[in-house]
């Protein structure tokens, strides 16, 4: 967000998850006033009017209402399962690495991996984070909610 003050487009039909990156910043969303911190999630229907106010870079997810989703900021090396249909990862800063299923995956700053994950079979997932590194996980599945 490059204003001071921008409304979000209307969206009818999808939900939004909005993760500010560089600093806080205030959304007001349905006249009801949300203050996010740094790395906080918020998700939203993208139906309804929003409105953010302060400066910031932000990650955000636009997806259809038939499908759940999550969306966390990494900070540490780690590993993860995910059943997820797909999953995406978006490097924030710096050089991170990224083994998928014993396949390793380089992402230099803003790059985007996408995991299609098809048979919804628990795949794991092994970051390589350090230097204060950032990276922004993405989960979707379509139809019930998952953990």
Request: glycine letters at 6%; zero cysteines.
């Amino acid at each position: 967000m490059e204003l001071a003050e921008s409304t979000f487009t209307l969206l009818k039909g999808f939900n939004r998850i909005l993760i500010p990156t560089k600093q806080g910043i205030t959304l007001l969303n349905n006249s009801k006033r949300h203050n996010l911190k740094l790395e906080e999630s918020f998700y939203f229907n993208g139906g309804e009017q929003t409105t953010s106010i302060g400066k910031s870079e932000d990650v955000n997810l636009i997806y259809q209402s038939q499908w759940h989703a999550s969306m966390q900021v990494m900070k540490e090396s780690s590993k993860i399962f995910s059943t997820a249909e797909f999953v995406g990862i978006f490097s924030l800063n710096g050089s991170n690495e990224v083994l998928v299923d014993q396949e390793r995956v380089k992402l230099l700053e803003k790059e985007f991996l996408l995991i299609k994950n098809f048979s919804m079979e628990k795949l794991l997932l092994e970051f390589s984070l350090d230097n204060n590194n950032r990276i922004v996980i993405f989960k979707l599945k379509k139809g019930k909610a998952y953990g």
